[in-house]
């Protein structure tokens, strides 16, 4: 996959049709610092936009796996432009994730809007409560995306607790 390409030709879209994006996940813990492999370009996107975003996806050659209100999943048949998820937010969470981003280099030369460090970590939370398995590999982020200065160690840690994953962050923070 050509990442720095697939971003490069998103950006551009999302840009062009006026879309608030965010870069969510591998690539934007590696924003943060953490150098993690990653299969896949994933962006989080207002929800009011999804059908613009899958047609345009269509439209560009990637095959639609699947859709859902909250996501939505594509495959390009050419091997350099991979997968790309998207996770469509709306009302108060789209508000606070969009003014929260930080703009930063991504793949070299790009800059992008990446999710804040506070906001990848509660991601990661659900992650782990969906897929119990993925704590293995999302702890490390989550605790990469802890040292980042000024990290909202309190605001993350209600969102766990909300998620019923107190424990498991308190574990995450003490072994950093």
């Known amino acids: 996959m050509q990442f720095d390409e697939v971003l490069r030709t ?19 813990v590696n ?10 370009v994933d962006f989080a996107i207002d929800r009011s936009n999804q059908q613009r975003v899958v047609a345009h996806a269509e439209s560009i050659g990637y095959e639609t796996l699947f859709v859902s209100e909250g996501y939505s999943n594509h495959a390009h048949r050419e091997v350099r432009f991979g997968r790309v998820d998207f996770m469509y937010v ?26 804040s460090a506070e906001h990848l970590a509660m991601m990661k939370a659900l992650a782990m409560k969906n897929f119990p398995h993925r704590a293995l ?17 309190k605001a993350v840690r209600d969102y766990y607790a909300r998620q019923g994953l107190l424990d498991l962050y308190d574990a995450i923070e003490k072994a950093r």
Do not use: C, H, N
């Open 31 to 40: 924003a943060w610092g953490r150098v993690r492999l990653t299969k896949d």
């Open 90 to 115: 709306a009302g108060d969470t789209a508000e606070r994730l969009f003014s929260a981003s930080v703009e930063k280099q991504v793949m070299g030369d790009q800059s992008l809007p990446v999710a």
């Open 137 to 153: 590999f999302e702890g490390d982020d989550v605790r990469l995306l802890m040292s980042t200065p000024g990290f909202d160690r």
């Open 10 to 28: 998103w950006k551009e879209f999302f840009e062009s049709a006026e879309i608030r994006y965010v870069l969510i996940d591998g690539l934007a």
